[in-house]
Nanobody, 123 residues
Framework: QVQLVESGGGLVQAGGSLRLSCAAS????????MGWFRQAPGKEREFVAA????????NYADSVKGRFTISRDNAKNTVYLQMNSLKPEDTAVYSC????????????????WGKGTLVTVSS
């Protein structure tokens, strides 16, 4: 199985940017579709962005389109989430997930999860 570790979270002002990383170990990343998800306090975990195995196809939640970009470097076994124009409503724990058989766009489809990294956006 694959182990996932997120990093890059922190406190940022509204309008700012952060880049999250998800480092994989144990298995090569290129056998998984990868997704980023987030969970705000008191809310359910929700889909943010996903990348196909090669990175050639990406998918985004409407709430982040045009502001967030998912990318991956399979040689480094790492997936990234570039977040620009951050808003207070983006505050959440962000987790990456690996999907062996699907598109990593739904919580139920993810086979492996990282523990997450906290992003706090102040107004």
């Amino acid at each position: 199985q694959v182990q996932l570790v997120e990093s890059g979270g922190g406190l940022v002002q509204a309008g700012g940017s952060l880049r999250l990383s998800c480092a994989a170990s144990g298995r090569p990343l290129n056998i998984y579709d990868m997704g980023w998800f987030r969970q705000a306090p008191g809310k359910e975990r929700e889909f943010v962005a996903a990348s196909s195995r090669s990175g050639g196809y990406t998918n985004y939640a409407d709430s982040v389109k045009g502001r967030f970009t998912i990318s991956r470097d399979n040689a480094k076994n790492t997936v990234y989430l570039q977040m620009n124009s951050l808003k207070p409503e983006d505050t959440a724990v962000y987790s990456c997930g690996a999907d062996r058989n699907g598109a990593a766009t739904t919580v139920g489809a993810v086979d492996y999860w990282g523990k997450g990294t906290l992003v706090t956006v102040s107004s």
